[in-house]
């Protein structure tokens, strides 16, 4: 409004070819401050573009990189299984070993019993006639 007021009071006291003249001026003025934006708009299309190229060149990159992983843990999981099957077939041989060396033992024990009582009957003299 005062901007106006100031125009108003210079057309008045220079008359109307100097209100032409600041309203030229003014008109260039706008045009310059519009060319200025205009080029500081496309400069930040320009900027917008790069960033969602950027944007998507690093969604991609997270995308391949999550299915390497997902497929990494899927090995995993499946090597782990693995060794817990490999873990389970190894724990009952040893227990079936197990039960066969001490049923072995035991059979080592009695025929131990067996033949010291054969050296036991032997030591013995046989009764006199």
């Known amino acids: 409004l005062r901007l106006l007021l100031v125009l108003v009071d210079d057309v008045f006291i220079l008359g109307p070819q100097a ?3 600041v309203a030229q001026g003014e008109q ?4 310059r401050f519009l060319q200025t934006l205009e080029v500081e708009l496309e400069s930040l299309h320009k900027q917008v573009s790069a960033l969602e190229g950027n944007m998507a060149e690093t969604g991609q990159k997270y995308s391949g990189e ?3 992983l997902q497929s990494s843990l ?3 999981e499946e090597d782990l299984s ?3 099957l490999d873990m389970q077939r190894t724990k009952t041989s ?3 070993l197990l039960r066969i ?3 072995l033992e035991m059979e080592i024990a009695t025929y131990r019993r067996l033949l010291e009582g054969e050296e036991t009957v032997k030591e013995i003299p046989a009764p006199p006639k």
């Open 19 to 21: 209100g032409q003249n």
């Open 28 to 31: 260039v003025e706008r045009q």
């Open 66 to 68: 999550m299915e390497r």
């Open 74 to 76: 899927t090995q995993m």
């Open 82 to 84: 693995q060794l817990r």
């Open 94 to 96: 040893y227990e079936q």
């Open 101 to 103: 060396k001490q049923n």
